[in-house]
């Protein structure tokens, strides 16, 4: 038995060390090929580099119109989350605190059947349809984040409002607050940890995303995210790896240090959310 039990968790820390490898391999790549003459590259890809090369990340920030790139993937990264908490955090609530309604049952249904549709599914009538309203720009896909990030961010709030006491509640009720004061000054500051986990799980997903902004965005160089610029970066610098690599590099640093700072919200968030007091 003994024997048994030591052969499981040696495959099972095996396994965890093998996936821990695969997950961090593609990091330690990107960073020393963004450090790296391309003298040194052709030599051994993979090698760590003999001296920290600084002039990849200097010409790749000093490129045409990457600032411009930097401030659209900012801009509407924070402007879908802002108004993705807000309405998200509203929604879940008016549903949470209406379970005997038909009309907030059917409204809970719907959003969460958004869940169990495949993006490919709807990517072409969507592409369409924002094309006919002249949407195929920052405010279309600024509208297209908030409407798919609905579903999940109502899934997970919902849960997590069960297990808020109703007597917090009743007790701002009796003091004379309103529905929006009690919801405002009582409900959405307890709300913080989901939130939190919610805006981070958005955010690595809006700033990543490659997708929408291809078939959102391309018509123009000027509306480019960062994921868009590097990918039309193999064309203007002719496959060159290390200022590829050094732009990757810039651009996974914002969201690696906002998700460092926060992530202990998302553990938090989703198993306080996962038990109802």
């Known amino acids: 038995m003994n024997k048994t039990k030591l052969s499981l968790k040696i495959v099972i820390y095996t396994s965890l060390v093998l996936g821990l490898l695969l997950i961090l391999f593609p990091m330690y790549l990107t960073i ?28 790749v920030v ?75 720009n920052q405010v279309g896909i600024i509208l297209l984040y908030i409407t798919l990030a609905n579903a999940q961010g109502v899934f997970l709030c919902v849960n997590y409002l069960k297990s808020i006491p109703m007597e917090m509640e009743e007790a701002a ?30 955010a690595l997903w809006i700033w990543n995303d490659f997708q929408l902004p291809l078939i ?17 970066f193999k064309g203007q610098y002719s496959f060159d790896y290390n200022l590829a690599f050094a732009s990757f590099l810039i651009s996974m640093l914002p969201i690696i240090i906002v998700y460092a700072l926060l992530q202990k919200h998302i553990i938090g968030g989703l198993t306080d959310g996962a038990v109802k007091s």
């Open 62 to 136: 000093c490129s045409d119109n990457f600032i411009y790139f930097l401030i659209n993937s900012i801009a509407i990264t924070v402007i879908s989350l802002i108004v993705i908490i807000f309405f998200v955090s509203l929604c879940s609530y008016a549903i949470s605190r209406n379970q005997n309604s038909r009309y907030f049952r059917f409204l809970h249904i719907y959003l969460l059947a958004g869940i169990f549709v495949p993006f490919q599914v709807i990517m072409l009538p969507l592409v369409k349809f924002m094309s006919g309203m002249n949407l195929t």
């Open 216 to 232: 959102m965005l391309n018509t123009s160089s000027e509306q480019w995210t960062l994921p868009l610029f590097q990918y039309n």
């Open 32 to 59: 020393i090929v963004a450090f790296k003459t391309p003298a040194e590259s052709a030599e051994n890809f993979f090698s760590f580099p003999k001296q920290f090369y600084l002039e990849n990340l200097k010409t």
């Open 173 to 202: 009720h009796i003091d004379g607050c309103s529905v929006y004061r009690t919801f405002f000054s009582v409900v959405f500051p307890l709300m913080k940890p989901i939130l939190v986990t919610l805006l981070i799980m958005d």
